[in-house]
């Protein structure tokens, strides 16, 4: 999903763009009309299919703590915030392609090593999922099951991800050039009219 | 009396249209990177639900993976047992059994590759399932802890599936063998058949230099490779 030099769907300034009106939709009391932005981003970007895992992994333990200190329904409203925050970045991000992102962000005049950094967390993530996935089978292998199954899962994945994010970092960092990469030239596509018009519409329509 | 059954087995993405009758005690699954080892163990672990197809499988299947250390979830490798053998003396009885009481305080993510590999499978039985699977366990380890797995391995009572491209290993526990490539089965045998078969080399498979010597003096390659593993005439 992260391939570099993928063709980018959206251009940046559609990414800033929808990500602060989604974020407008929030604090102005819109929740529900951001959340459907949040979700059809989430979908056109893969993620709601490529990573369901990763959606659970946020939506879950916010519940879960929110709803003990305030309530059900405080942690109902507090997840489905912070999932349409992830899901519009995430979303929007896949489909800007990471490398692009990078070269975006250098165009803006980040230093190279420090505009390496959502690649090193999205290979993260990537690893992350991975390891999540692997070791909840490797524990059902051992005919660990149910609620058994989920306190003993954070161990081998705190564990293995921590050895694994400090090799990938080690390695990516390594490769990272000193100089700067070209800058980009963006055109709108079909894609940016495509999210705006959405957005837009949600905005008036509900 | 057959072990797994794949009916029309697809994944999308990873296999196609699968059909096997998995019937000896040891089966080894070989093939090239990619080629779906790992999903076909995992549908017959149950790990994974098929996108269309049957499979057929003992009711509870362990799994060994291919990473071991992703399978601990204690401080100690005895403590580490417990969880899945139910007690500490049960635990106890299997590292005795293995001749790893010497491991029983040690933590299992410090463990070396062949040690790990080890207490892995010992995890995936402990709960006494009536199959097992087993993602590449030769990866990683030298001759002694390769020789060591193969006699666990041979010494077990339930069917087991093993992953992974080390022919020697597969003719020394398996008697059939299924030859995979690009998510398809193509070919499902004997394990000497197997190895002097042509599809062996047309996946990319070699095996190693003894087991040549053994096929071109004409020896059946399984027997050598027990001998060599195994230290028994087979
Ligand atoms: N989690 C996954 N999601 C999608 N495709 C996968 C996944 N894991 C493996 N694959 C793909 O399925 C195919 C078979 O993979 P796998 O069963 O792991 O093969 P092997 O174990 O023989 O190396 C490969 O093409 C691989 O890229
Ligand atoms: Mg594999």
Known sequence: MYSSGQKAKITPPTVIAILALVLYMLVSGQVLAASIVGLIIGILGGIVFHMPLLILWIAVPTLVVVAVFHGVLAAIDTTIRVLTVSLTASGLISML?????????????????????????????????????????????RGIKGVRLLFRLPIPVL?????????????????VPERRMSTLFWRPTGWDVLIFSLTLLSLYLL | MF??????????GRIRDVNLTISSRVTAVLGPNGSGKTTLLKLAAGLLKPSSGEVLRPESVGASLQNPYLGFSSHTVIEDLTLSAGSRDEALRILREAGLEHLAGRSPFTLSMGEARIISVLAAISWNPEGLVIDEPTSGLDQRYRRWLARLIDSLRIPV???????????????EAIIMKRGTVLLHSNVDKILSSEVLDRVGLEPGPIMKKALKLGLSP?????????????
């Open chain 1, 159 to 175: 564990v293995n991800a921590f050895e694994s994010s400090a090799v990938l970092a080690e390695a990516i960092l390594a490769k």
């Open chain 2, 3 to 12: 072990r797994w059954v794949f009916r029309n087995v697809s994944l999308v």
């Open chain 2, 222 to 234: 399984s027997r050598v490779a027990r001998c060599v593993f195994l230290g028994s005439e087979g």
């Open chain 1, 97 to 141: 392609g990471l490398y692009n992102l990078r070269l975006f962000l250098e165009g803006l005049g980040v230093p190279p090593k420090a505009s390496i950094l959502p690649v090193l967390i999205a290979r993260q993530a990537d690893i992350f999922s991975m390891i999540v996935r692997e070791s909840l089978d490797s524990l059902r292998g």
């Open chain 2, 161 to 175: 599936l093993i992953a992974g491209h080390d022919i020697d290993f597969a003719a020394s526990v398996a008697q």
